[in-house]
């Protein structure tokens, strides 16, 4: 699976949107991207993928760059809660197939200021 | 709809003995995956269950195994413990396990090897 950037650390105001970007520049054109996080003593949660278009959904906007090669995930208005350290990962498109792992880097921890 | 069931959450053994974690997943999803979160190595992909057979294998000993139930629940184990087994084991559940469908972690069965 292609390798993800992203920064260690990230600080944002409550109520202002996070902005958290991930370098992808070695995807390849069938590869998905997930956004995971994991918020201490707990398993991670899925937030939302895409493949080339951008997408929405209650948790947060995935914006996916045209070339492909970097995304930012958005959660419009962060809380408290959404403290948490964020992973982006790049997984294969496959059907039926044995693709069942993801392969976590880092990520990004996220820490909301009241 | 429940999510995936990880039991016990907590256990402590000794070196040298076995250790047996369990899974329910999401109520029709068949793939189960195992991933082993430490804070030196982060999450890593133990292997991934389909239709009770393993499919798919990380890079750890052959003293982890597991299985699949035909209801799809599954088991992990560890025998002759080591310190360095002591992690959180991390259980995650998807329909069919194909990388465009999300996989739903449990909180997981953090083990301590005294």
């Known amino acids: 699976d292609a390798k993800t950037t992203q920064p260690p650390s990230m600080d944002c105001a409550e109520g202002r949107a996070a902005n958290l970007p991930c370098n992808h520049s070695?995807?390849?054109?069938?590869?998905?991207v997930y956004w995971y996080r994991q918020i201490h003593s707990q398993g991670p949660q899925y937030i939302i993928h895409?493949?080339?278009n951008n997408e929405t959904n209650e948790m947060a906007s995935l914006i996916i760059t045209e070339d492909r090669k970097s995304s930012t995930l958005i959660l419009p208005h962060a809380t408290l809660r959404d403290t948490a350290v964020y992973y982006c990962?790049?997984?294969?498109?496959?059907?039926?197939?044995?693709?069942?792992?993801?392969?976590f880097g880092k990520g990004t921890k996220l820490s909301v200021k009241p | 709809k429940a999510g995936v069931t990880q039991t016990p959450r907590y256990l402590i053994k000794t070196r040298g003995q076995q250790v047996t974690l369990s899974c329910s997943p999401i109520?029709?999803?068949?793939?189960v995956s195992w991933y082993q979160q430490t804070p030196g190595q982060g999450l890593q992909f133990l292997f991934e269950y389909f239709s009770e057979t393993q499919r798919n294998k990380g890079n750890f000993p052959g003293r982890f195994s597991g299985r699949q139930f035909s209801n799809s629940r599954s088991e992990m184990n560890v025998s002759t413990l080591e310190l360095g087994d002591s992690a959180l084991y991390l259980c995650a559940s998807s329909l069919l396990g194909d990388s465009n469908q999300p996989q739903h972690f449990g909180d997981g069965t953090r083990l301590s090897i005294l």
């Open positions: 070695t995807i390849s054109g069938n590869e998905y």
């Open positions: 990962i790049v997984r294969v498109l496959t059907y039926g197939g044995s693709q069942g792992n993801l392969i």
């Open positions: 109520s029709g999803h068949r793939s």
């Open positions: 895409g493949l080339k």
